[in-house]
């Protein structure tokens, strides 16, 4: 890939009922090209539409890629990828950093009624999680608009050494400074 090539990464801290959507766009080679900042509810349903708010808010046709660290940000506000993908006319990633057997069961546990209904029927539209390993360790991505191969090599190339994204690594970071501003 191209050390030019640029990525959005998408993460989140809250606390209280909102949560701070940021977003990092970082080029390849490692290079932090831009911020932006949004916000979703926490245990709400609009984070996809936080996360288009952001994409909008930076304007930047020069982005590739969409990547967002997880798919129920803010307590369970699952962030549908197709529609995330339609709104910004990129590929998507969502890449988690645990194995697990899903979120079915804590969706169970947690919601009932039509917030139940409404959050698994987002999260079982979305696609396989699939290994990717990076470095000496390994990360789960989704992806909508790439194939499983193509997504693998984009988690790799933003992937330094160690195993978060770095367009991941520097929205959390930022998600957490703006939270921590805004209190």
Do not use: H
Not at 97 to 112: I, T
Request: proline share 4%.
């Amino acid at each position: 890939m191209k050390e030019g090539t640029r990525a959005l990464g998408v993460a989140e801290s809250y606390r209280g009922d909102r949560s701070t959507l940021a977003g990092a766009v970082v080029r390849a080679s490692r290079v932090v090209d831009g911020l932006a900042f949004s916000s979703c509810t926490v245990g709400g349903s609009d984070a996809t539409a936080g996360i288009v708010d952001l994409w909008e808010r930076l304007d930047r046709e020069d982005v590739r890629y969409v990547l967002v660290a997880g798919v129920a940000l803010a307590w369970y506000n699952v962030v549908d990828l197709k529609r995330l993908q339609e709104a910004t006319g990129r590929p998507v990633l969502s890449v988690t950093f645990e194995d697990s057997e899903g979120l079915e069961p804590s969706l169970r546990d947690e919601f009932d009624g039509a917030a139940l209904d409404r959050r698994l029927a987002a999260y079982e539209a979305l696609p396989p999680r699939r290994r990717v390993d990076v470095g000496d360790g390994a990360v789960f991505a989704r992806s909508v608009g790439l194939d499983g191969d193509e997504a693998a090599r984009v988690v790799r190339a933003f992937t330094p050494a160690g195993g978060r994204p770095e367009p991941l690594r520097v929205a959390r970071l930022a998600a957490r400074a703006g939270d921590e501003y805004v209190e």
